[in-house]
């Protein structure tokens, strides 16, 4: 069964820092792209990070929004990818989710509805 779930939100005050990980089983997580998602009340959007698996060489691609404050990484030998955000505004509040391209070898530059496999999302609160 494919499973991605995300973890390690909390409460921070505006200026601090968390680190998020989403954490895959059930695939061959090398061959995917993977990307964080939030949602926030009146809110959809594509994703806010993605980055492209081993065989697309890894790339790492930002929303304008979180470009240069958030940094995305992955370890295959973990099946995880990581969500490291600095400088938290209060309008980064908002439940974080990962998933998956849902072809094996796809960018990140597909459509969001070619992601799936969404784990349980991890809320994150700034406070101001």
């Known amino acids: 069964e494919v499973q991605l779930q995300a973890f390690g939100g909390g409460l921070v005050q505006a200026g601090g820092s968390l680190r998020l990980s989403c954490a895959a089983s059930?695939?061959?997580?090398?061959?995917?792209?993977i990307g964080w998602f939030r949602q926030a009340p009146g809110k959809d959007s594509g994703w806010i990070s993605c980055?492209?698996?081993?065989?697309?060489?890894?790339?790492?691609h930002y929303a304008d929004s979180v470009k240069g404050r958030f940094t995305i990484s992955r370890d295959d030998a973990k099946n995880t990818v990581y969500l490291q955000m600095n400088s938290l505004e209060p309008e980064d509040t908002a439940v974080y989710y990962c998933?998956?391209?849902?072809?094996?070898?796809?960018?990140?530059?597909?459509?969001?509805?070619?992601?799936?496999?969404w784990g349980r999302g991890t809320e994150v609160t700034v406070s101001s």
């Open positions: 998933a998956r391209v849902m072809r094996p070898g796809s960018d990140c530059f597909v459509p969001r509805s070619d992601f799936g496999s």
């Open positions: 980055i492209d698996s081993r065989s697309n060489d890894g790339g790492t």
């Open positions: 059930g695939f061959y997580f090398d061959d995917y792209a």
